[in-house]
């Protein structure tokens, strides 16, 4: 509730500033009365299985739910579609009218960028992925940024979200040029971007310089665990700049077990060209059937309710509606993921590689919001706990009461030998498997 600004008010900054001071001391109340209360158990599981499930961050702008799906203010998406108000002439929600134009103005007004950006982007070679012109864009526009300087010139830090307000506010002013300025040098002989129009939104200046049309669904989709928007909040936190911090998120976008699984399946999609080619088993490798299955959700995407309404007569998305019928019920034969279903990611567009571009771009909007936050609220350098297997192994030895049958630190060979001997005789394990977690001279 504290993050419902008034329908009134226009100046985003403005709204911030008022919104703060209130969370700040409804944080600090639940922290002095609850700051001890236990939240989650972490099991041995967690720590080897990318601590999954462990609830240890507190990020504001979103929240993905199992069954749900994402809430953004306590609110789902077909809660939000009811509350929000209409777009003109339109069916999805939007803030008021008055909210978007001062916004879209705010952003045509910050767009432009600096000379030498634009130089370095022209001078990249073709062969260089459009993911990593996009990172180094990102990076080299560091230069304008107004936190670093202030910060040197010793500004407290009460006023370090302002800062990193203005910054951010930049930054997603220029991703959609920077963006276009890939594509059209890549895909389009190096043509002109269109100039930004004051009079239209943030998305339609950037559909009008890329002359096409698409839909990009991860302005933040994923909460705080996931590898981008974490890896966002980890560098902001130790006081990097928006521009280095979400250069470091967006890296996320390479791995082929994240962000640049949505272009694998795109091409695998479009290149197998059955149902049956593509759920024969080509494309389960390391991390399963690309886009398929979810970290969290546990229910079909709610995105895709969205292209069946909004796109049923595109030809990609009919192959995919047709895969949506047959691969979750392949997927949990093979004991591959715990949600089959179709994790969904649209855009619209034949140049695959440039997929991860639009990724990149509209999950800005979600990331940069949680700095601004992160910095209101005082969040402190994040700083979790490692431990080696050895250091692991022994601790659990302690909480058993049994010091040293892991083979860690324990030297009697006469109490590990009777203490196998004994486990062997009361679980009667024939083939002796539960000794594979011994460690030792022991041989089975």
């Not at 103005?105 to 073709?126: C, G, I, Y």
């Not at 936050?373 to 659990?396: C, H, I, N, Y």
């Not at 001997?421 to 022991?442: D, S, T």
Request: glycine share 8%; hydrophobic share 35%; aromatic share 10%.
């Amino acid at each position: 509730a504290a993050h419902h600004a008034s329908a009134s008010s226009t100046n985003l900054k403005g709204v911030l500033a008022n919104l703060m001071p209130k969370e700040q001391a409804r944080i600090k109340t639940f922290r002095q009365q609850h700051g001890k209360t236990v939240v989650s158990q972490i099991t041995v599981d967690m720590m080897y299985g990318g601590m999954r499930g462990i609830k240890g961050l507190v990020y504001e702008t979103s929240v993905l739910d199992p069954d749900e799906s994402i809430c953004f203010c306590g609110h789902s998406i077909p809660e939000s579609q009811k509350l929000l108000p209409k777009a003109k002439g339109g069916e999805e929600p939007l803030p008021e009218e008055e909210q978007v134009c001062w916004l879209s103005q705010e952003w045509a007004k910050r767009a432009a960028l600096p000379s030498h950006v634009v130089t370095m982007l022209d001078n990249f070679p073709n062969n260089l992925h459009p993911m990593s012109q996009l990172s180094a864009a990102i990076t080299a526009l560091n230069s304008d940024s107004n936190f670093p300087r202030a910060y040197a010139e010793g500004v407290h830090r009460t006023k370090n979200w302002e800062l990193i307000y203005e910054d951010s506010m930049d930054l997603i002013a220029k991703l959609p040029c920077v963006a276009a300025k890939i594509y059209q040098n890549l895909y389009r002989e190096g043509s002109s971007i269109w100039a930004i129009d004051s009079k239209l939104d943030w998305s339609h200046n950037f559909t009008n310089m890329l002359a096409h049309a698409f839909v990009p669904h991860h302005p933040q989709y994923h909460e705080g665990g996931n590898v981008s928007a974490h890896a966002s909040h980890l560098v902001g936190n130790a006081l990097s700049d928006p521009y280095l911090s979400f250069a470091a998120a967006y890296e996320w976008a390479s791995g082929p077990l994240h962000g640049k699984s949505g272009s694998t399946c795109l091409a695998n999609t479009t290149t197998e060209g059955s149902c049956y080619k593509t759920t024969s088993g080509i494309h389960l490798t390391q991390g399963g059937l690309s886009q398929y299955g979810h970290a969290v959700l546990r229910k079909p995407d709610p995105r895709y309710h969205f292209a069946l309404k909004d796109l049923p007569n595109d030809p990609l998305f009919k192959l995919v509606a047709q895969l949506y019928k047959i691969v979750p019920n392949i997927l949990p034969e093979q004991g591959k993921a715990k949600n089959p279903w179709p994790n969904v990611d649209y855009h619209g567009m034949i140049e695959m590689n440039y997929y991860t571009v639009l990724f990149g771009v509209s999950r800005a909007l979600g990331v940069l919001a949680q700095l601004i936050w992160s910095q209101a609220l005082g969040f402190p350098l994040e700083r979790p706990k490692s431990m080696s297997t050895d250091g692991l192994m022994k601790f659990v030895d302690s909480k058993s009461g049994q010091n040293g049958i892991w083979g860690v630190g324990g030297t009697d060979y006469k109490k590990r030998r009777k203490f196998k001997k004994k486990e062997k005789k009361r679980r009667k394990f024939k083939n002796k498997v539960y000794l594979f977690c011994f460690r030792g001279p022991f041989k089975t």
